[in-house]
Antibody, heavy 113, light 107 residues
Framework: QVQLQEWGPGLVKPSETLSLTCTVSGYSISSGYYWAWVRQSPGKGLEWIGSIYYTGTTFHNPSLQSRVTVTVDTSKNQFSLRVKSVSAADTAIYYC??????WGQGTLVTVSS | DIQMTQSPSSLSASVGDRVTITCQASQDISNYLNWYQQKPGKAPNLLIGDASNLETGVPPRFSGSGYGTDFSLTISSLQPEDIATYYCQQYNNLPQTFGQGTKVEFK
């Protein structure tokens, strides 16, 4: 079955870059669907960050667009998220998603010095 | 951005009760609406897509309805395993946006 797993540092310093990768198993990213990043924080609830198609076509939330990069590596069956210039407001659980049926378990990222 | 407003924000009910959660969009989203169930420490789980299509494996006591700006999720007979937070999400326009959630608890 389709499984997604996020991985990356759980602690990031303010002003630095948050980097996460999602490894997909049980399905080839190149076979289709959009692949998304969603985050959840107590203050802002669920927030869509951005989505990517295997061709590299991306869409981002305008509230984050200037700081966010979503990329895909079909050879590794992975997609990734980078958020630059983070602050405490970026502290959240980050989920990778195969829109919208399959979600990773989520990974907590804390922004703190 | 399209604002999704859920009500109530929380509710208390008993086993066997009929429970209805509403979701209002700030503009017409056709039927491009998902409903999710989220239990503590878990990712959201898609229950209903396209406003009324029950996902495979979801018990038939769950149903969704609505079109345009007004939507609802109904649990016909609340079961203990239904205690969770429920979210709506519109995917008609970018950015895709979620409601703030409705927490369902036992009375």
């Amino acid at each position: 079955q389709v499984q997604l797993q996020e991985w990356g540092p759980g602690l990031v310093k303010p002003s630095e870059t948050l980097s996460l990768t999602c490894t997909v198993s049980g399905y080839s990213i190149s076979s289709g669907y959009y692949w998304a990043w969603v985050r959840q924080s107590p203050g802002k609830g669920l927030e869509w960050i951005g989505s990517i198609y295997y061709t590299g076509t991306t869409f981002h939330n305008p509230s984050l667009q200037s700081r966010v990069t979503v990329t895909v590596d079909t050879s590794k069956n992975q997609f990734s998220l980078r958020v630059k210039s983070v602050s405490a407001a970026d502290t959240a659980i980050y989920y990778c998603v195969r829109q919208w049926h399959h979600w990773g378990q989520g990974t907590l990222v804390t922004v703190s010095s | 951005d399209i604002q999704m407003t859920q009500s109530p924000s929380s509710l208390s009910a008993s086993v066997g009760d009929r429970v209805t959660i509403t979701c209002q969009a700030s503009q017409d989203i056709s039927n491009y609406l998902n409903w999710y169930q989220q239990k503590p420490g878990k990712a959201p789980n898609l229950l209903i897509g396209d406003a009324s299509n029950l996902e495979t494996g979801v018990p038939p006591r769950f149903s969704g309805s609505g079109y345009g700006t007004d939507f609802s999720l109904t649990i016909s007979s609340l079961q203990p395993e239904d205690i969770a937070t429920y979210y709506c999400q519109q995917y008609n326009n970018l950015p895709q946006t979620f409601g703030q959630g409705t927490k369902v608890e036992f009375k």
